[in-house]
């Protein structure tokens, strides 16, 4: 089928003000803001209203390795290699509170859906749980055998999954506090896990550059992809469920469609590894960060289609063997789902950088020429996807006019009613929408 111009997603604004490595970003609920954590030890918290200041805090003495909004949006908790959480209030003031119970360093933090608890994952082979309201270590969870890479609550706060540098995925009862399950199918560390919105599913990305899918219901592995040539440092599910984007150390940001079980966009925005991906709570945004130090905001646009329409066109297409949903309840079996040389790649190219949004004005011809370089850069990726489209309408045109002419060809020969010379050499455009 064809896809109109806006589906794409497009770059929509670039962050600069972090001096090392972007290791993690998040949207606020409240739709205001964007965090993001840095190996240069420093929280970012960019306000997205036009031209508005950002805000940078210090506190931590070594690298930030995670953080996330509380789902109120009035606090940030952060990670850190230097062993301790904080937790922040996102204001002009930046209070910070401070946890201390792990003994190695803390690599992801996340709060629980009632945003009482916070789960951490560390490098002294703990999960730890801790209360938000008396801000202090509740539980600890011991079976990992080698460093804790993630750990995420389901929606519903009864589970919790972790993954890590002993190649497993384990799923813990928090009112047992036992590990009830283990997934141990990696060729190498388990780098980053998180929950389907329903609590169904959990979806685990491998150093192996792999991410899986299983269905908890029937631990069952149902969907795994092998679209990255490195590694992956993290994923976000888009709040359909229908879509998953990933970021590799092959310097891409991947997009798949889980419905159909495909690659669906390669995005090339960021020189060196892509550290960390998360959509916005909405979907409408999603926002890429890496080695290169830069945050970019990205505009989703594919997924603007209502979830009936995007029915409909897979109804249309045929497929002899469709992959499974991923929440069917009783999936034929797993599969391994590879990169298809039909996706559509949208392209930031790597030599020019897109305009600085909040820091100080550059000289003026040197903004000039690279608003210009910008601007062709973006004619140059729009014009291949208008002639990709462009090929597309002509192969649909000429299907038309020869399914119109088999039909005047019929109507001919079956002696249907006889036609004026001026209806048959009628000249009016044949129209499309």
């Not at 497009?10 to 001096?19: D, I, Y």
């Not at 508005?52 to 930030?64: T, Y």
């Not at 960390?276 to 945050?295: E, I, N, P, Y």
């Not at 601007?375 to 038309?400: A, G, M, N, P, Y």
């Amino acid at each position: 089928w064809l896809f109109s111009l806006n589906e794409d997603p497009t770059l929509e604004r670039h962050f600069k003000g972090h001096k090392d490595a972007v290791t993690c970003t998040d949207f606020n609920p409240n739709r205001k803001q964007l965090a993001s954590g840095s190996v240069d030890m420093s929280l970012m918290i960019w306000n997205l209203a036009p031209k508005a200041r950002a805000f940078r805090f210090v506190g931590h003495q070594d690298v930030i390795t995670g953080l996330q909004f509380s789902p109120s949006g009035n606090l940030v908790a952060t990670s850190s290699k230097d062993r301790t959480v904080r937790l922040w209030t996102p204001s002009m003031k930046g209070e910070s509170t401070v946890f201390k119970a792990h003994t190695a360093p803390v690599r992801s933090v996340a709060f629980s859906h009632d945003s009482q608890r916070l789960v951490t994952a560390s490098d002294d082979k703990s999960v730890k749980v801790w209360s938000v309201h008396r801000q202090c270590f509740v539980y600890s969870l011991n079976q990992h055998t080698n460093w804790v890479r993630c750990a995420r609550f389901s929606p519903d706060g009864r589970l919790i999954a972790s993954c890590g540098d002993d190649r497993t995925v384990r799923l813990w009862d928090t009112s047992t506090k036992h590990c009830i399950n283990c997934f141990t199918d990696y060729g190498g560390s388990a780098t980053f896990v998180d929950f389907y919105s329903s609590g169904t599913c959990i979806a685990s990305s491998g150093a192996d550059s792999s991410l899986k899918i299983w269905d908890l219901r029937t631990n069952k592995l149902i969907q795994h992809y092998q679209v990255h040539s490195a590694g992956i440092n993290s994923f976000s599910f888009h709040p359909s469920n229908n879509y998953l984007i990933s970021g590799s150390s092959d310097s891409t940001v991947k997009i798949l469609d889980l419905l159909e079980g495909r690659l669906i966009y390669t995005l090339h925005g960021h020189k060196g590894a892509v550290i960390t991906v998360s959509f916005s709570r909405a979907g409408d945004l999603f926002a890429s960060g890496g080695a290169d130090s830069q945050v970019l905001m990205w505009r989703t646009n594919f997924d603007t289609k209502s979830y009936q329409d995007v029915l409909q066109q897979h109804s249309r297409r045929s497929t002899p063997d469709p992959p499974p949903h991923v929440t069917d309840i009783h999936p034929r079996g797993p599969h391994l789902h590879h990169p298809q040389p039909t996706a559509i790649q949208v392209k930031e190219r790597g030599q020019t950088h897109p305009l600085e949004v909040l820091s100080g004005q550059p000289s003026g011809l040197d903004s000039t020429l690279r608003h210009i370089v910008q601007q062709l850069d973006i004619l140059t990726q729009t014009v291949s996807v208008l002639e990709e489209r462009l090929t597309l309408t002509e192969d649909k045109l000429k299907e038309c006019l020869l399914h119109q002419s088999h039909i005047l060809s019929d109507v001919q020969s079956s002696g249907g009613r006889r036609r004026t010379e001026s209806e048959e050499t009628d000249g009016s455009p044949v129209h499309f929408t």
